[in-house]
């Protein structure tokens, strides 16, 4: 079996260059306060993080591929910013922060890998990092979404309520509801759980399955 940095350095190796930054991040940047601290987790080739950081932010990329990263760096370079990175293995280790570090944390479409007990570890951990006053934007797929459930459903073993085993990688497809529950058992109050949809047309990436948007849950953590 492939092992999961290495699927996703291959992953990260066939990214071109001239990936354009996700809408997410366009709309959700405009929220951001001026000159944030700024954590996008699982941010991989630093596409939306370099977009950050020439909108003046100061930006960290944690994600778990070395070849991400890396490119991540050169893209920076290429744009004339600065960009920290972090190499982390979320679901195996606390994030290698200090607590009350980043104003935002911004996640697009990487924290639905994981079980629900790993989910909720996740969650607790950047709440962790969040400073008082921070908060984040973070994406991930959801059920609600039929053509990408109907791929997974005929694609991948369904191993528990909306958990998929797709050749020994863990996909996870929570509801509003689901995720609601893990972030109280994490001890989160003051939170939303609501449904984004990103509009995915003009991009210059593919989407695997070709759909021209995603129907997302979106998490807003306040601290
Ligand atoms: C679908 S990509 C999303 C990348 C980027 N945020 C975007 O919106 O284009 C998922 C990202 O999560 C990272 N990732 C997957 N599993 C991870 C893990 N266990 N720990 C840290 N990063 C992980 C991958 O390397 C990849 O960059």
Do not use: C
């Amino acid at each position: 079996m492939i092992k999961l940095i290495d699927r996703w350095n291959q992953s990260h190796s066939r990214i071109p260059n001239n990936k354009s930054e996700s809408n997410y991040a366009v709309e959700r940047e405009k929220l951001f306060p001026r000159n944030s601290h700024v954590l996008d987790l699982g941010g991989g080739s630093g596409t939306d993080a370099v977009y950050f950081a020439k909108h003046g932010h100061t930006v960290t990329v944690a994600d778990i591929s070395d070849v991400g990263l890396t490119r991540a760096k050169e893209k920076a370079k290429n744009e004339g910013v600065e960009l920290s990175t972090a190499q982390v293995e979320l679901g195996q280790q606390p994030l290698p922060f200090p607590p009350n570090f980043f104003d935002i944390v911004f996640s697009r479409l990487a924290i639905h890998y994981f079980q629900p007990k790993e989910t909720t570890e996740i969650l607790k951990n950047i709440y962790e990092v969040l400073k008082p006053s921070g908060i984040t934007y973070i994406v991930v797929k959801s059920p609600d979404d039929k053509e990408e459930m109907d791929f997974l459903l005929a694609t991948a073993n369904q191993i528990s309520e909306n958990v998929f085993e797709d050749n020994g990688e863990i996909k996870s497809r929570y509801t509003k509801e689901q995720l609601s529950e893990f972030i109280k058992n994490a001890g989160i109050e003051n939170f939303e759980v609501k449904e984004y949809v990103e509009d995915l047309s003009g991009r210059v990436d593919s989407v695997k399955s070709g759909n021209s948007r995603f129907i997302l849950n979106e998490i807003i953590l306040r601290k």
